[in-house]
């Protein structure tokens, strides 16, 4: 389940960790469990070529015109994707972005010591 009901509840839970004071919101511990929220919705080859495009085409409206994605597909294989599947499907969405914006966009495949 996500921490938040709401968008905006997601936003702010997202932005602050939850903390009120904000000082929670800024520890290495309250990040991961940010990032853990962000993993979950992305086990589906459709939903990380969906990420892959629009981050691609949110960069370029910002007139980035060169985007390295960095990620760990040993990260994105919980619901049954290889990690070949994860690169294929950011792949994917890169390609189709690159086709609808004026930017060129690569993979950096990342490993973790701890898998």
């Known amino acids: 389940p996500l921490p938040a009901d709401t968008p905006e509840g997601l936003r702010t839970w997202m932005t602050t960790g939850g903390s ?8 290495l511990e309250s990040y991961l469990r940010r990032f853990d929220v ?3 919705v ?3 080859a459709d939903a990380l070529e969906r990420v ?3 981050l691609v085409l949110d960069h370029a409206a910002e007139n980035v ?5 960095r990620f760990c597909p040993l990260l994105n294989t919980e619901n049954g994707m290889t990690p070949e599947g994860a690169v294929d499907a950011a792949l994917r969405g890169l390609r189709r972005a690159e086709q609808d914006a004026d930017v060129r966009a690569a993979v950096i495949v990342c490993a973790l010591r701890t898998l």
């Open 42 to 44: 992305l086990q589906d």
């Open 52 to 54: 892959a495009y629009e």
């Open 20 to 27: 009120t004071t904000g000082a929670a919101g800024r520890s």
């Open 38 to 40: 962000t993993l979950a």
């Open 65 to 69: 015109r060169w985007v390295e994605v």
